[in-house]
């Protein structure tokens, strides 16, 4: 697998906190995406951070790459009810044509 | 408006039967995904097309096969379906080239196979 070996985790809190996911990947990568699938749709892309970026910000969410540790994380700031959904992480393939998920983190905000 | 549309969007068969799920884009994308989703094993890549009569096999494509005849359109077949093809289903599609690698989802089908 081009991802580390995290399981589904899942993560509740309340609206207003802020929170952090974290996936770690094993193969070198030029871009690392985020992608968040709310219930019943399909995912959407949310943020990407390439190699020579250290942290992208949009609105509230804030992506940063390790390439030293070979890692990424996305951070959402005072969330919403409405940031409830899972996340997944994605890198391409070398050829680009594929992507490479990760297992997913689901996010439950309440109010 | 970029865009991709699945159907059905619900479908129920019986083990045997034939399923076909049909894609559409219209963003003129030369790729085109069909990914299976069964709860805590994320996304699975079933097959990608590269463009008109150009498919290939993903991570896990027994079972199925796949048809694209205009660029705009994927369609995912399953011959004699059997329960454990019960999923939700995504198509998704993506521009050749293009230095993000975004790949665009449907929104899915649920197919349950009895």
């Known amino acids: 697998s081009q991802w580390g070996e995290e399981n589904l985790q899942a993560l509740s809190i309340q609206e207003g906190e802020d929170v952090t996911m974290n996936c770690s990947y094993k193969?070198?990568?030029?871009?690392v995406q985020w992608y968040r699938q709310k219930s019943g749709k399909g995912p959407a892309l949310i943020i990407l951070?390439?190699?020579?970026?250290r942290e992208k910000r949009s609105g509230r969410l804030r992506a940063t790459l390790d390439t030293s540790s070979q890692s990424s994380s996305l951070s959402i700031t005072g969330t919403l009810a409405t940031d409830t959904a899972v996340y997944f992480c994605?890198?391409?393939?070398?050829?680009?044509?594929?992507?490479?998920f990760g297992q997913g983190t689901i996010l439950k905000v309440y109010l | 408006d970029m865009k991709v549309t699945q159907m059905p969007r619900y479908l129920i068969k019986r083990m045997g039967e034939n399923v076909l799920l049909e894609c559409g884009q219209d963003?003129?994308?030369?790729?085109m995904y069909w990914y299976r989703q069964d709860p805590g094993l994320g996304l699975q890549l079933i097959y990608i097309?590269?463009?008109?009569?150009?498919?290939s096999e993903g991570d896990i494509p027994k079972g199925y096969r796949v048809s694209r005849k205009k660029r705009e359109h994927f369609s995912l077949i399953l011959d004699s379906a059997k329960t454990n093809q019960t999923s939700v289903y995504f198509c998704?599609?993506?521009?050749?080239?293009?230095?993000?690698?975004?790949?665009?989802f449907g929104p899915g089908t649920r197919l349950t196979v009895l």
């Open positions: 998704a599609s993506s521009l050749t080239g293009g230095s993000s690698y975004e790949q665009y």
């Open positions: 193969t070198y990568t030029t871009v």
């Open positions: 951070i390439r190699s020579n970026e």
């Open positions: 994605a890198t391409p393939t070398s050829s680009g044509q594929k992507l490479v």
């Open positions: 963003m003129s994308h030369e790729t």
């Open positions: 097309s590269y463009d008109v009569d150009s498919n």
